[in-house]
C-alpha cells in the first residue's frame, strides 16, 4: 500500500501563484507516473499534468501556466501553478502508478480557490 501526501492548496486572487506538493510514502515498488488531476464541483476528475517514464503530459488549459516537476529518487512531485484564473479552481488529487501492473494510488486531495 503506497499513501500519497499532499501539501499547499488555498485561496488566491486570479493571476497568483500556488505550488502543490505530493510525497509518496516508502515503497519497494517502482513508481512510474506521478501526477495532478483535479475535480471541480459538478464536473468530472480531469488530468491535469503528470510525468510518466516516457513524457511529461499538461493539460491544455494550463500549458504554459503550471509546471509538473518530479524527484524519481524521493518520489515527490511539485505542481507549480501560476497566472491562476478562477476556473482553476477545484480539488487538485495527486496520483500515482506504482508496481508492475501499474496500480493507481490517490492522494486526500487539496482545495485550491482562484478569487476574481
Known amino acids: 500500500q503506497v499513501q500519497l501526501v499532499e501539501s499547499g492548496g488555498g485561496l488566491v486572487q486570479a493571476g497568483g501563484s500556488l505550488r502543490l506538493s505530493c510525497a509518496a510514502s516508502?515503497?519497494?515498488?517502482?513508481?512510474?507516473?506521478m501526477g495532478w488531476y483535479r475535480q471541480a464541483p459538478g464536473m468530472q476528475r480531469e488530468l491535469v499534468a503528470r510525468?510518466?517514464?516516457?513524457?511529461?503530459d499538461y493539460a491544455d488549459s494550463v500549458k504554459g501556466r503550471f509546471t509538473v516537476s518530479r524527484d524519481s529518487d524521493k518520489n515527490t512531485c511539485n505542481l507549480q501553478m501560476n497566472s491562476l484564473k478562477p476556473e482553476d479552481t477545484a480539488i487538485y488529487y495527486c496520483?500515482?502508478?506504482?508496481?508492475?501492473?501499474?496500480?493507481?494510488?490517490w492522494g486526500q486531495g487539496t482545495q485550491v480557490t482562484v478569487s476574481s
Open positions: 516508502r515503497t519497494f515498488l517502482r513508481i512510474s507516473s
Open positions: 496520483h500515482a502508478q506504482v508496481g508492475p501492473w501499474h496500480q493507481d494510488y
Open positions: 510525468i510518466t517514464d516516457d513524457a511529461t
